[in-house]
């Protein structure tokens, strides 16, 4: 008992930089940063992608029927009331 150190109250003392965790660090925070990034600009592309073939192409093909082209309109001899 007393002061003699044993084996259960040795403690390992770690010598450690403070400044050497956070320098090592960054390029990991910015590495996460692009990964982040990449993975967000790769989804939304691949959503206006969707977007943009379904506007360009799907829509005006299958979907959308154009109205018949007025070639020329009937003479009108009277004015409706709102016209005047």
């Known amino acids: 008992m007393g002061f003699i150190p044993t084996e259960h109250t040795q403690k390992k003392v ?3 930089d403070p400044y050497v965790v956070p320098v090592n660090r960054r390029p ?4 996460a ?3 982040f990034t990449i993975r967000w600009l790769i989804v939304a592309n691949i959503v ?3 977007f943009t073939v379904f506007n360009l192409y799907i829509y005006p093909q299958h ?3 154009a109205p018949e082209p ?5 003479r009108v001899t009277t004015l409706h009331p709102h016209e005047v």
């Open 28 to 31: 990991q925070h910015i590495d």
């Open 48 to 50: 206006l992608a969707t």
């Open 14 to 16: 770690v010598m450690r």
């Open 70 to 74: 007025v070639l020329h309109s009937p």
């Open 33 to 35: 940063m692009f990964r």
């Open 63 to 65: 979907i959308y029927q």
